[in-house]
């Protein structure tokens, strides 16, 4: 297995450190703090929690269900910026290399979820080389219902346009809304077995973590 997750995001942000202009950084770093500072949405989704039922389309814009993700066995899925956050690829990278071929043992399916549109995704799986479902959730709606969406203050938004990304341009349905880094693990009840969501963007969760609680979903794997 590669290096952690949590290693790979501090060379990043040692890399972003030394390569942005210093008042972009300090917009970042001080919006990273403050959402640290407010922590897990108290309305997020909890262990236990039917998962709510979804229709996305997938990078080829084909609709994709929840139960159709949950028909065979545990759906991990998890929730991404986009494909302009550094972050979120390395996450994506790292769970294609190092947890889908493991997720057979479990019978357990992998998809992303991001506010991006169907041709973002597209650009998203083939930089990565993606092998698993990238699916579209128009205006962070899903995200929204399940308590884990957020709006970035005017000065982070004016700092990525800086840097010539504009949300309104890559998202569906124009939104700025964007989701909290989060994997979960629902059953095949719909049921939320596993819940991580990450205020800090830099952050996620480590394969060893998926993998210890799908070992818990389904303790004898075939």
Not at 18 to 40: C, H, K, S, T
Not at 89 to 96: D, E, I, K, M
Not at 161 to 169: C, Y
Not at 176 to 204: K, N, S, W
Request: hydrophobic share 45%; with cysteine; glycine share 4%.
């Amino acid at each position: 297995m590669s290096v952690s997750i949590r290693e790979q995001s501090d060379e990043l942000k040692a890399a972003a450190a030394a390569r942005l202009p210093a008042e972009v950084a300090a917009v970042f770093d001080d919006n990273a703090r403050q959402m640290g500072l407010q922590g897990i949405p108290p309305a997020s989704i909890k262990v236990g929690d039917k998962m709510d039922s979804f229709t996305l389309s997938n990078a080829i814009a084909k609709p994709v269900t929840v139960d159709e993700l949950v028909a065979a066995g545990p759906a991990v899925i998890v929730f991404y910026r986009g494909g302009w956050c550094p972050y979120c690829n390395l996450a994506l990278r790292t769970y294609q290399q190092d947890l889908l071929s493991r997720l057979k043992d479990f019978d357990a399916t992998l998809v992303a979820i991001s506010p991006q549109n169907p041709d973002q995704s597209l650009t998203t799986a083939h930089k990565a080389a993606l092998q698993f479902e990238v699916l579209s959730d128009p205006g962070s709606r899903l995200a929204t219902r399940i308590g884990i969406a957020f709006d970035q203050p005017p000065g982070v938004l004016a700092a990525q346009r800086r840097l010539g990304l504009d949300l309104a341009e890559v998202n569906d349905e124009a939104s700025t809304t964007l989701p909290m880094p989060t994997v979960l693990i629902v059953d095949t009840d719909g049921i939320a077995r596993f819940v991580d969501v990450q205020p800090d963007y830099t952050a996620r969760t480590e394969v060893a973590e998926i993998l210890d609680a799908l070992a818990a979903v389904r303790p004898d794997p075939a």
